[in-house]
C-alpha cells in the first residue's frame, strides 16, 4: 500500500485544479503549473480535496501512484507559496552581486561569471555572498540552484566554493609538514 499516493492533497481557497486529457493543471496566486499523468492513475477531486486512486496493485502502478500524488502536491505548493534555494559563496575575495536580470559572481577565476534569470526562476542577492533562487516549479528551481552550485563546487581541504545553505562539507585535514630525516 503506498502511504505516499494515499495522502490527501487539501487546495487552499485562490487555487482552482483542472484536470483533461490526462494533464492535471493548477492555477494559484502565483502562477499556472502543468503535469501530465498516466491514465492507470486517476486523479479524483472531491470539494477542496484531491486524491490519486490507481487502477491495480501492481509494483509500476503503484510506484506512480506515490509519484503522482507528490508532483501535484508540489504543484499546489508552488503556486501558492513557491520554492526558494539558498546558496553561500564562501572563497577568499569572493563575492555576489545582482545587475539588472542577472548576477555576477566573482569566484576566484580571472573573469567574473555571470547568471542570468530564465522563464520561471528569480534571483536575487540579500547578501555579498548569497544567492537566492526561487520559483514555483520545485525541480526548475532545483536544477537552477545545482547549475549555479556546479560552476564552482566547494571543496573540503579549505571549504572554498558554493555550497547550500544547508549543506555540510566535511573537511579533510591537509597533508602533515616533516618526513623522514
Avoid at 483533461?20 to 502543468?34: D, W
Avoid at 491514465?39 to 509500476?60: D, L, S
Avoid at 503522482?68 to 553561500?88: D, H, P, S, W
Avoid at 575575495?93 to 522563464?119: C, M, R, T, Y
Amino acid at each position: 500500500m503506498s502511504r505516499i499516493g494515499n495522502a490527501l492533497i487539501n487546495v487552499p481557497a485562490g487555487v482552482t485544479v483542472e484536470v483533461a486529457n490526462n494533464v492535471i493543471t493548477v492555477k494559484g496566486p502565483k502562477g499556472t503549473l502543468s503535469q501530465a499523468y498516466d491514465p492507470i492513475i486517476t486523479p479524483v477531486i472531491e470539494g477542496n480535496v484531491i486524491k490519486f486512486v490507481r487502477a491495480n496493485e501492481q509494483g509500476p502502478t503503484k510506484a506512480k501512484h506515490g509519484l503522482y500524488r507528490a508532483l501535484c502536491a508540489n504543484m499546489v505548493k508552488g503556486v501558492t507559496e513557491g520554492f526558494k534555494k539558498t546558496l553561500i559563496v564562501n572563497g577568499v575575495g569572493w563575492k555576489v552581486a545582482k545587475q539588472g536580470k542577472k548576477v555576477v559572481l566573482n569566484i576566484g577565476f580571472s573573469h567574473p561569471v555571470e547568471v542570468e534569470e530564465i522563464d520561471g526562476i528569480t534571483l536575487d542577492c540579500p547578501s555579498q555572498t548569497e544567492i537566492s533562487v526561487s520559483g514555483i516549479d520545485k525541480d526548475k528551481v532545483g536544477q537552477y540552484a545545482a547549475m549555479v552550485r556546479g560552476l564552482r563546487e566547494p571543496e573540503p581541504y579549505h571549504g572554498y566554493g558554493i555550497r547550500y545553505s544547508d549543506e555540510v562539507i566535511e573537511r579533510k585535514v591537509g597533508k602533515a609538514a616533516g618526513g623522514k630525516g
